[in-house]
């Protein structure tokens, strides 16, 4: 096997070949993280890729609806995902047509469609959000009830706060679901001064039962910030090794330790070389879908 020097050595080369910028998500793995240009959640990362100028090509290391969107952002663009089976669970819950269907049985109603859609259910909707932004974005539509597509748990966390009424999707991220209560008690057990931090797609027992609830974006600006020395982080655990390298005085805890995410699991630095190398795997959004889903995406960079 090629050793990871040399490999690191040839992606340097061919990024500055072919004009390529390297984005990855806060769950990849370390060595993925540590080759990218630009770490960070879902938001940042669109906003990334729209403001991009100078690179030809996107590596986009993360699932496939995250390098959707930036294909969406960015038509002058080749954007590659090093796997193509990177998928996301909970964006394949709800399909175009059932968007269509739904929105047909709530007539008059605005659909908030999280970005962990594919394109053509973004298509359809009115507006996309995401973890740090779908308050903002459910209070900014028209109208006193709102469907919120795919993940029940966010939108029950922005129910909240918002006076709108909010008509959920049965959707779900299993990584997130499956963290427990249970989990969440054993974890404060072991470490009662930490603080306890969920991210939104958290059922709600876990949610409260945290003393912040933030994107993962905000997770790693908070590590940052805090002056606590112990967090119980209730993510995908992949998120700690940034905010370990970032805060080497601070212990980061997982709420559950297997809370991982296979797909986003699935590209490391070999695939990422191989990507570039090959070209491998383009993201190309019929034009049609991708101006419509632009419109929804665009609407949300805006607010
Ligand atoms: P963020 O927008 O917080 O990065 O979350 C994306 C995601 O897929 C969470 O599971
Ligand atoms: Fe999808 Fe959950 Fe994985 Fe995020 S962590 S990409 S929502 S399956």
């Known amino acids: 096997m090629m050793k990871t020097e040399v490999v690191l050595d040839r992606i340097g080369e061919l990024k500055d070949k072919r004009k390529a910028i390297i984005l990855a998500h806060n769950y990849q793995i370390g060595e993925v993280q540590d080759v990218a240009d630009f770490v960070g959640d879902s938001l940042q990362l669109s906003q990334m890729a729209a403001q991009i100028r100078e ?6 290391c993360g699932v496939h609806f995250m390098a959707e969107t930036a294909a969406i952002l960015c038509p002058n663009k080749t954007v590659l995902i090093p796997e193509i089976k990177a998928g996301c669970p909970m964006a394949d819950m709800i399909t175009a047509s059932e968007l269509i269907e739904w929105k047909k049985r709530y007539p008059g109603r605005k659909a908030v469609c999280y970005v962990n859609t594919t394109a053509e259910v ?5 507006i ?22 795919p993940d029940k748990n966010l939108a029950a966390y922005v129910a909240r706060f918002t006076e709108k009424k909010i008509i959920p999707w049965d959707g779900c991220c299993y990584v997130h679901h499956r963290i427990m209560l249970r989990d969440l008690n054993e974890k404060k057990r072991l470490y009662p001064e930490a603080e306890v931090w969920a991210h939104p797609e ?48 601070k212990n980061f805890y997982p709420a559950k330790d297997i809370a991982l995410c296979a797909n986003m699991r699935k590209i490391d630095l070999r695939k990422v070389l191989k990507s ?9 959004v019929p034009r049609i879908i991708s101006q419509r889903a632009r419109g929804a995406i665009q609407r949300m960079i805006e607010i």
């Open 202 to 249: 958290c059922r709600p027992e876990v949610i409260d039962m945290s003393d912040k609830v933030l994107s993962t974006g905000k997770m790693i600006l908070e590590a940052r910030k805090t002056e606590k020395k112990e967090i119980i982080v209730a993510t995908e655990a992949g998120i700690i090794y940034r905010m370990k390298k970032e805060n080497p005085d």
């Open 55 to 60: 690179a030809e090509i996107i590596v986009f």
């Open 128 to 149: 996309c959000c995401t973890s740090s932004n779908a308050l903002k974005i459910v209070d900014s539509v028209d109208g006193e009830e709102v469907l919120f597509a």
């Open 276 to 284: 570039l190398e090959e070209m491998i795997y383009k993201i190309e």
């Open 122 to 126: 973004k298509a359809e909707c009115d």
